[in-house]
């Protein structure tokens, strides 16, 4: 057991936990104050290359952050010195999956109706295209990123309870044949349309399907990941009035429908 990282993920929690309660004061004394993600920010510290690039990446509907997010955002850049930072919006990935991928994808990606499912769809596009890490925006590094993923790692998935994969966190190397294999799947259905429910019909349900926890590199998830310590739904969802994910599926198809096909003219 990793304890000296567990006891490091822990004071990181108790720390954040306090930042998150200060900035429901700072929120009520100043409710339109958001801070800047940027779309680009370079390494801190130059950094040797690996099969897996030292590129973050992370996307969210908005890239005006309550305090709380923001400081998830400098916390994962003072774990990551080595790392570059890349961020899109929700228009950004949409303009990237039109530019970088056939019109296939792209028309299955734009059947997507729910943010968070476009976000599942868009992490494994946009890894397989550059490669690199892939972090939920509420999700923080807790241990530098640099020692976590090894110069061997091509790529890198979390485990939680019940050896269960997750896609908070994915590290990758670009054209990775396991990746292109949820790509493929999540097109599969998208297409058919008969799952309900974000998770398994983008989400980490996938990963569970299409891969097996025993023959990918692994890590857990307590070891490398966290979520929620600094931010939490009311932060993140603050300017959305549709509110998270769980809430949003349950009003709007996570698929929109195909248009009815137009009749063809009759021969009489």
């Not at 490091?8 to 929120?27: D, G, Q």
């Not at 709380?68 to 990551?80: A, E, G, Q, T, W």
């Amino acid at each position: 057991m990793k304890a000296h990282i567990v006891i490091a993920n822990r004071l990181i929690k108790l720390a954040a936990n306090i930042t998150k309660v200060l900035s429901y004061a700072f929120h009520y004394f100043f409710p339109d104050k958001r801070f800047t993600l940027p779309a680009r920010s370079g390494a801190l510290i130059k950094g040797a290359d690996r099969a897996i690039p030292r590129i973050i990446w992370q996307t969210n509907y908005t890239d005006k952050a309550t305090l709380p997010v923001y400081l998830n955002y400098l916390f994962n850049r003072i774990m990551s010195p080595t790392f570059e930072y890349r961020f899109m919006i929700t228009e950004a990935r949409a303009a990237f999956v039109k530019a970088n991928y056939s019109p296939e994808i792209f028309e299955a990606y734009s059947r997507l109706q729910i943010g968070a499912s476009q976000a599942d769809f868009w992490r494994i596009l946009v890894l397989q295209k550059y490669g690199g890490v892939y972090l939920d925006i509420d999700a923080h590094a807790v241990w530098p990123l640099g020692y976590t993923i090894r110069p061997e790692h091509e790529e890198l998935y979390i485990i939680r309870k019940n050896n269960e994969l997750t896609n908070y966190f994915i590290a990758s190397k670009p054209n990775n044949p396991n990746l292109q294999k949820l790509i493929e799947q999540v097109l599969t259905n998208i297409r058919e349309n008969t799952i309900q429910g974000v998770y398994n019909l983008t989400g980490p349900g996938v990963f569970n399907s299409v891969l097996n926890y025993q023959q990918v590199p692994t890590t857990w998830y307590r070891h490398t990941c966290s979520q929620g310590s600094f931010t939490n739904e009311y932060f993140q969802y603050i300017d959305k009035p549709q509110g998270k994910w769980t809430k949003e599926q349950h009003k709007v198809d996570v698929v929109r429908q195909d248009p009815p096909a137009k009749e063809k003219p009759g021969n009489d």
